[in-house]
């Protein structure tokens, strides 16, 4: 597994470093995010969609599950898993069909991420500062493992150096 982890100081460094990920991002790409609630997923994932040239309004589906938004280069599929009881119910919801063709970005993604092989994981944990949050991105298949070297030098330009801190990537 190769991993980095960043610092964000508030949700407006989080959303530079979601536009840094957002640049690198295609369609069958996914996505798992996790943390506890209120731990900046939906924020996150708002400004993806953001800088994926998406207006459509992002809001969390907890309770729709799922939601589509358009973006200029390809369709975003925002999923909560949050209320699913195990990766069956995932399946029932028939999104896999979808999925090579739009960017998928799945908040609770830790209940299902048996169901991809090949995902970046980004986990979210708060810190002692009232807005901060610890990113810390992760994968295991070779096209994240190849990629977050210039994912972690995207996110130290995309935020002039400004997020808080970060730790360096381990294999």
């Known amino acids: 597994m190769k991993k980095f982890s960043v610092v964000s100081g508030s949700p ?96 609770w993604g830790e209940k299902i991420a048996g169901e991809f092989p090949c995902h970046l994981a980004i986990s979210f944990v708060a810190t002692d500062e009232a807005d901060g949050r610890s990113l810390t991105f992760s994968a295991t298949c070779d096209r994240w493992t190849g990629a977050l070297d210039d994912l972690h030098a995207a996110i130290s330009k995309e935020t002039d150096g400004s997020h808080a801190g970060d730790r360096n990537i381990v294999d």
Do not use: N, W
């Not at 690198?24 to 939906?42: F, N």
């Open 12 to 107: 407006a460094q989080t959303a530079l470093i979601a536009t840094a990920l957002a640049g690198r991002l295609r369609p069958g790409d996914i996505v798992l995010l996790s943390g506890d609630l209120a731990a900046g997923k939906t924020t996150f994932v708002k400004a993806v969609a953001e800088a994926l040239g998406s207006t459509d309004p992002v809001t969390s589906p907890t309770f729709a599950l799922a939601q589509f938004y358009a973006a200029k280069e390809s369709r975003i599929l925002h999923v909560d898993s949050y209320r699913l009881a195990d990766v069956e119910e995932y399946r029932d919801l028939g999104l896999a069909e979808y999925q090579d063709d739009a960017i998928s970005l799945i908040e």
